[in-house]
């Protein structure tokens, strides 16, 4: 993952997910036609991750604040949970063996 002050870019061998403040995308982006005041509400994005406890210390390096600690859940996966600045609700989760 890296982050600075215009978003973050999470990326694990299957994934890359890029989060930008809207006012960096540029008017030529496929994005600039459908910007809303609105954004993330009922969306959930799961990422699997080979090590989770490695990726939640890595984030909380960078202080970033988790919305959840890190935890083993009832299912039998490990996972933590992120909500970015336009509201997309992200688990980070074990894989599924």
């Known amino acids: ?51 989770v406890q490695n990726c939640y210390l890595r984030i909380w390096e960078m202080g970033i604040d988790a919305e959840s600690k890190r935890k083993r859940q009832g299912w039998g996966m490990t996972d933590f949970r992120l909500i970015d600045p336009d509201g997309y609700y992200l688990r980070i989760t074990s894989p599924k063996y």
């Open 1 to 51: 993952m890296s982050q600075n002050e215009n978003g973050a870019l999470f990326k694990t061998e299957n994934l890359h997910l890029l989060s930008t403040k809207e006012d960096e995308i540029s008017d030529n982006h496929d994005f600039s036609g459908i910007r809303t005041a609105r954004k993330g509400t009922g969306v959930e994005i799961i990422s699997a991750v080979p090590d």
